[in-house]
């Protein structure tokens, strides 16, 4: 009997909900903005004895994408969703009740509307330059513990680096001969200048690299995220079986922000130890296309002590 009042309490509740206490009501929502701010409120009604308000949703969708998204107290009847780009915005209301016996239930469907944002005090996006290396590294700049070299043609190594460039004639590696990142640990690194990301983009980061040798370290990719570096790619060990096997191909998608980010990207190569370690990078561009990419195979290496007894096989 309980359980059957429980549902009638419901279907009261969701059929005659503007009669009950937790309605939103007195919505106020702006149809456009000059600023780039937007502040949404609205009103509660008191409880009553069958319902009372449990919690307001609210969310800020750009394109179809959620991009913010707040739980709020009852006892909050305003929300400002601030430093918008321009462009056309949905905000999303619900209220929540609390029912005894059924706990916290959706009271409103959910309320949409719709306004478009100007920001005129917004800052240009600030795009960052492809870089080839034709003309060394532009505007980029060298913070590791060795450098990354410009090169046209082999490396100055046998058994590891590529042949010559992905694309025209130069391209960039670490060398790891010794005198150079020949040791364990040892980096190169290459950061770009800071750029600013637009908000809800779709911008890919496209680069080849070519990863040839039996002492290959790792390749990072960060980006600077609030201050901290943030890996978002990475390559361990031997990703070609020779020199003049291809370069390989990469497209990472930059992550998507409600706001500009000013940004900056970093590459950074850190050797295995031995000089057959070479790493080069080139063709780094941001844009929205990417390369067309297919499952690579996986290859698989024997490693061998210096008497040639297999030891470990690792897959790449």
Known sequence: MKRILSIIFFMLVVTRAHSYGGTL?????????????????????????????????????????I????????????????????????????S?????????????????FNI?????????????????????????????SYQWLN?????????????S????????????????????????VLVSPEFILPPYNSLKLN???????????????DILDNGEWQTIWRRTGQQQRSYTENWNKVTIPLTKAPTSVTTKLRYRAVAKGGYMGDIAIDNIRIDEE???TTRKRRISYIHTDVLGSPIAETSH
């Open 165 to 188: 460039a992905a694309e025209g004639n130069w391209y960039a590696y670490m060398e790891t001969s010794s005198g150079y990142a020949y040791n364990d640990g040892d980096t190169a």
């Open 116 to 144: 478009e944002v100007t920001n005129s005090g917004t800052q240009a996006p600030v795009e960052l330059s492809p870089l080839s290396f034709e003309n060394g590294i532009a505007d980029w700049i060298q913070t590791g």
């Open 290 to 292: 990417g390369y067309e």
């Open 25 to 65: 009501y007195d919505v106020s929502v702006p149809a456009t903005s000059g600023d780039g701010n937007i502040t949404i409120s609205w009103s509660v009604t008191p409880d009553d004895d069958i319902a009372q308000c449990d919690h307001v949703e609210i969310g800020l969708s750009f394109n179809s994408d």
């Open 67 to 94: 991009v913010q998204f707040e739980s709020l107290d009852c006892t909050q009847t305003s929300y400002t969703f601030s430093n918008l780009e321009s462009g056309q915005y949905t905000i999303d209301l619900l």
């Open 96 to 112: 929540f009740v609390y029912v005894p016996d059924m706990g916290s239930v959706e009271l409103d469907t959910w309320l949409n």
């Open 207 to 221: 680069f080849e690299y070519h990863m040839y040798g039996t002492n290959i370290g790792t390749l990072y990719i």
């Open 151 to 163: 090169r046209s043609g082999g490396t100055s190594s046998s058994y590891t680096g590529p042949s």
